[in-house]
């Protein structure tokens, strides 16, 4: 509430208005983690990539106990992976295998320990048969965003996902997490016929309105 009526005391005292698409490509944080990408373009498509980004899945054990953790992005094999209650794993460590075939909690062929395959799923051995267990995966994911009415798309930690420490928009060039501008959120507000586009008072003491 405290950086909301920042902004508002601003917009008394600078009340300059500029066309939507003067805005540049920009990315901030909000102080509780928030990630606002602001391109300008309203209600449009925006491709994040989160390159060091932990995501918890519930991984289902098969009937012969093998945990077939999936990769964040098909392409990618995962940088980590930490089985709830299990010591961490390296996938670039593992050995490369084929899954063998399950059939009545057999077996065809028994692995001598986890392994990866070829399509960057990591095979975890020994598991408990037809048991769920929370698996971090650590590693590159593509997610898919929308801008608002205002041109801004805004991402969120949750239970399941961390942002991370490094992501990249539409392809760019990295972006540390750490290093972006901590600052209120930009607020979009309906007025008349135009959507308004509130960003909070500057360092150099100038405020974005748009």
């Known amino acids: 509430m405290k950086a909301f009526n920042l902004i508002l005391s601003s917009l008394a005292i600078f009340g300059a208005i500029a066309p939507l698409s003067a805005i540049a490509e920009t990315i901030t944080k909000d102080p509780d983690g928030r990630v606002y990408v602001r391109t300008g373009t309203p209600r449009t498509p925006v491709s994040i ?11 289902l054990a098969n009937e012969c106990g093998l945990l077939i953790v999936r990769p964040l992005t098909a392409t990618e094999l995962p ?4 089985p709830s209650g299990s010591p961490s794993i390296l996938p670039d460590s593992l050995p ?19 392994f990866r395959t070829t399509n960057n799923s990591v095979v975890i051995v020994g598991a408990q048969p037809n048991l769920a267990i929370d ?20 991402v969120v930690n949750s239970a399941s996902f961390n942002i991370g420490g490094v992501l990249k928009v539409q392809g760019g060039s990295d972006t540390l997490v750490n290093g972006l501008s901590t600052e209120a959120p930009p607020i979009c507000r309906r007025v008349g016929e135009q959507n308004i ?10 405020q974005g309105v748009t």
Do not use: H, M, W
């Not at 940088?79 to 930490?82: A, F, G, N, T």
């Open 49 to 59: 990539d989160f390159n060091s980004s932990p995501v918890t899945r519930r991984v």
């Open 135 to 154: 698996v971090s995966i650590t590693g590159k994911r593509t997610r898919e965003f929308t801008t608002n009415a205002c041109g801004v798309a805004r």
């Open 79 to 82: 940088q980590l992976i930490v």
């Open 197 to 206: 586009l509130y960003l909070p008072k500057t360092n150099s003491g100038q």
């Open 96 to 114: 490369v295998s084929a899954i063998p075939t399950c059939t009545n909690g057999v077996l065809s062929i028994t692995p001598t320990g986890s």
